[in-house]
């Protein structure tokens, strides 16, 4: 069975810096695209980021560009969001995600198939 676990997550301040990582137990990681996903209290979940299975391709929400990276180790099985310039309305639940073979997009939450359980990221003004 699949299994992502997110860490990372805890209080910053408002221009402050976390690094959120994901570790997943999965022989095939390093055949499938992963994501990063955020959803605040009372919000749909939305798309934050995503990576190629090779790491050589990856895409933002317009919120988070140049602000956020993400990046991978296959060998080691992790995904990683580097998030810098932090705002208040970055507050959330931060999930990572693995996407489904053969689909076509990345930011739709049903593209994805498995997912962690979530790491909250406060961000205080």
């Known amino acids: 069975q699949v299994q992502l676990v997110e860490s990372g997550g805890g209080l910053v301040q408002a221009g402050g810096s976390l690094r959120l990582s994901c570790a997943v137990s999965d022989r095939t990681f390093s055949s499938y695209a992963m994501a990063w996903f955020r959803q605040a209290p009372g919000k749909e979940r939305e798309f934050v980021a995503a990576?190629?299975?090779?790491?050589?391709?990856?895409s933002y929400a317009d919120s988070v560009k140049g602000r956020f990276t993400i990046s991978r180790d296959n060998a080691k099985n992790t995904v990683w969001l580097q998030m810098n310039s932090l705002k208040p309305e970055d507050t959330a639940n931060y999930y990572c995600?693995?996407?489904?073979?053969?689909?076509?997009?990345?930011?739709?939450?049903?593209?994805?198939?498995?997912w962690g359980q979530g790491t909250q990221v406060t961000v205080s003004s």
């Open positions: 995600a693995r996407r489904r073979r053969g689909v076509v997009g990345s930011t739709n939450t049903e593209q994805y198939d498995f």
């Open positions: 990576i190629s299975w090779s790491g050589g391709s990856t």
